[in-house]
């Protein structure tokens, strides 16, 4: 497909195990972010790539946190060490240029932490 | 400290009428504005966006207007249907004059329309 596809949809770990979170961007595209949305909120920022440099990851939560896209098209989100406060919905968005163009988001990976 | 805020958690609109959802932001920097759908399960859909060179944009049903000196923008959805339920988002970046990428968004107003 043309979308943004993220996978796994669903994921549930246990209290202290990691996990790897993969977005496919849009062919192309330059800048990708990833979000995380709890229940009720709206998507908070975590981290920005323009193509594979990641010039922004001032919304990680902590150091148990990190992302990657080392060629400038997958990126994967790592979070080790996984607590139940890190479990909410995490979304990607990819975008055609830098800046003042529309994010497109993927269907999310919604993460349980038990 | 919530830049973009949406004061309406829920609005409730009959079939055919208009549906208004506002946002508020406080950083002047913003100079681009967006309105997402969302619908439960799904990622936020892209719906309309807006340059702070206008103050109007319009796109079949939905048109998003910018005051700028109010800091606020506000989606107009006419005539509402009730394919349009669902959550609504709106987003700022202040990426061409501030080198601030990152879009901020606000917390959403789920729209319900009453058959």
């Known amino acids: 497909g043309a979308g943004v596809s993220q996978s796994p949809r669903y994921k549930v770990a246990k209290r202290g195990q990691d996990v790897a979170l993969r977005c496919d961007p849009i062919s192309g595209h330059v800048s990708l972010f990833w979000y995380q949305q709890a229940l009720g909120q709206g998507p908070e920022f975590l981290t920005y790539f323009q193509n594979e440099a990641q010039l922004d990851k001032s919304g990680l939560p902590s150091d148990r946190f990190f992302a990657e896209r080392p060629e400038g098209s997958v990126s994967t989100l790592k979070i080790q060490r996984t607590q139940q406060e890190d479990s909410a919905v995490y979304l990607c968005a990819s975008g055609a240029s830098s800046y003042n163009s529309p994010l497109h988001f993927g269907n999310g990976t919604r993460l349980t932490v038990t | 400290d919530q830049q973009v805020k949406q004061n309406s958690p829920s609005l409730s609109v009959q079939e055919g009428r208009i549906s208004i959802l506002n946002c508020d932001y406080t950083?002047?920097?913003?100079?681009?504005f967006l309105w997402y759908k969302k619908y439960p399960a799904e990622g936020p859909t892209f719906l309309i966006s807006?340059?702070?060179?206008?103050d109007k944009n319009e796109d079949g049903r939905f048109t998003v207007f910018l005051n700028k000196s109010a800091k606020h923008l506000s989606l107009h959805i006419v005539p509402s249907q009730p394919g349009d339920s669902a959550v609504y988002f709106c987003?700022?970046?202040?990426?061409?004059?501030?080198?601030?990428?990152?879009?901020?968004f606000g917390t959403g107003t789920r729209l319900k329309v009453l058959a």
């Open positions: 987003a700022a970046s202040g990426g061409s004059t501030s080198g601030t990428y990152k879009y901020i």
């Open positions: 950083n002047s920097m913003f100079d681009y």
């Open positions: 807006i340059s702070s060179i206008k």
